[in-house]
Nanobody
Framework: QVQLVESGGGSVQPGGSLRLSCAVS????????IAWIRQAPGKEREGVSC????????YYADSVKGRFTISRDNAKNMVYLEMSSLKPEDTAVYYC??????????????????WGQGTQVTVSS
């Protein structure tokens, strides 16, 4: 069983930056792709980004391209999401998630079935 623990959320002003971290433990060898998925109140869940340790593929939602960067440190079982030029519409709970997914080429949030507890990101002036 895999466990995921997010950290790094907080409150920032528009244009600011945050770095989210996801610590992965447990059956880490079974889980090749890690995703960040966010949910804002009253909105649909949105897959933000994904990274694969197998084919090195990445995925970014159009809404965050050019502003967010995903990375992973396999030796430390950590995944990071660097967020810059933050906008109020980025406000959400951000979840780190994984599943029996190998590649991010055909990313679908529904394939990521194991989630962390989430970390709140609030962008407001």
């Amino acid at each position: 069983q895999v466990q995921l623990v997010e950290s790094g959320g907080g409150s920032v002003q528009p244009g600011g930056s945050l770095r989210l971290s996801c610590a992965v433990s447990g059956a880490t060898s079974d889980y090749k792709a890690i995703a960040w998925i966010r949910q804002a109140p009253g909105k649909e869940r949105e897959g933000v980004s994904c990274i694969s340790s197998i084919d090195r593929s990445t995925y970014y939602a159009d809404s965050v391209k050019g502003r967010f960067t995903i990375s992973r440190d396999n030796a430390k079982n950590m995944v990071y999401l660097e967020m810059s030029s933050l906008k109020p519409e980025d406000t959400a709970v951000y979840y780190c998630a994984t599943g029996l997914v190998i590649s991010c080429w055909y990313f679908e949030a529904k394939d990521f079935t194991s989630w962390g507890q989430g970390t709140q990101v609030t962008v407001s002036s």
